[in-house]
């Protein structure tokens, strides 16, 4: 059964980067697609970025993340990363990769999270 696994989490200054990993292990793995996701306590869960497995096509559901969120993935590894820039204190959150396995639209598969925590 295949799992995700995130890493590169961590405690962060303000203005610092980090590059999330998730990979997948366990079996054959190919998803139509992948994204990353955060989430705050008492809150849902936001898609930050999505990738294309096959050819790759980003999407960014806001514009306002394109500039500090990049998305990319490495398909031999069964990798994907979120590259975050100019980290914010309001980037504290546990951020998820999800994959889309079954269905584009649905996310279907997760990775247990890895805490990101900003400090000001």
């Known amino acids: 059964q295949v799992q995700l696994v995130e890493s590169g989490g961590g405690s962060v200054q303000a203005g610092g980067s980090l590059r999330l990993s998730c990979v997948a292990s366990?079996?054959?793995?190919?998803?139509?697609?992948m994204a990353w996701f955060r989430q705050v306590p008492g809150k849902g869960r936001d898609m930050l970025a999505a990738?294309?497995?096959?050819?790759?096509?980003?999407?960014y559901p806001e514009d306002s993340l394109k500039g500090r969120f990049t998305i990319s993935r490495d398909i031999h590894k069964n990798t994907v990363f979120l590259q975050i820039d100019s980290l914010k204190f309001e980037d504290t959150a546990v951020y998820y990769c999800?994959?889309?396995?079954?269905?584009?639209?649905?996310?279907?598969?997760w990775g247990q999270g890895t805490q990101v925590t900003v400090s000001s």
């Open positions: 990738i294309g497995w096959s050819l790759g096509g980003t999407f």
């Open positions: 999800g994959a889309a396995v079954a269905d584009w639209n649905a996310y279907d598969l």
């Open positions: 366990g079996g054959t793995f190919s998803p139509n697609a």
